[in-house]
């Protein structure tokens, strides 16, 4: 199963008539099930790694940039609904996509990297970053 917000829907489709977006966020979510993601043996079979510090937060990004990938292959056309998910629906359709990355160039650093590496998804800039500049390989350190 995968579940999606009405909001989604009202905002992106009904809204705005953005299918795209829409495509692009039912593609990631069916990502984590085609990468088993979301099954009990996969899950069983990580679950030491979440314990550890570092490393489970990094396999969880992992997955993340994963599903990311695979749903810019299939809907390219609807990246930019990766700010529905990031940013709510009042700044959705606002936002400044150039703007927006440069800001991702600009705010690398130490406090940057702390931040990504405790958490469960990657930092927005770096995930906005990686969708639209996919050529650009990410560095783990700043």
């Excluded at 705005?16 to 899950?43: G, Q």
């Excluded at 940013?87 to 990504?116: D, W």
Aim: charged share 20%.
């Amino acid at each position: 199963y995968v579940l999606l917000n009405t909001e989604i829907f009202e905002i992106a489709y009904l809204e705005h008539k953005d299918l795209s977006a829409v495509s692009f966020i039912v593609a990631h979510e069916m990502a984590h099930i085609r990468l088993h993601h979301t099954r009990f043996w996969y899950n069983a079979s990580i679950l030491f790694a979440k314990f550890i510090p570092v490393l489970g937060t990094a396999l969880s990004r992992a997955q993340e940039y994963s599903c990311d990938r695979i749903a810019l292959q299939l809907c390219p056309e609807g990246k930019h609904g990766i700010f529905l998910l990031l940013l709510g629906r009042h700044l959705y359709k606002n936002v400044n996509i150039e703007e927006y990355l440069l800001q991702a160039k600009r705010t690398r650093g130490l406090l940057e990297f702390l931040v990504n590496i405790n958490a469960t998804h990657p930092v927005n800039t770096r995930r906005v970053l990686a969708l639209y500049k996919p050529e650009k390989k990410a560095r783990l350190l700043f």
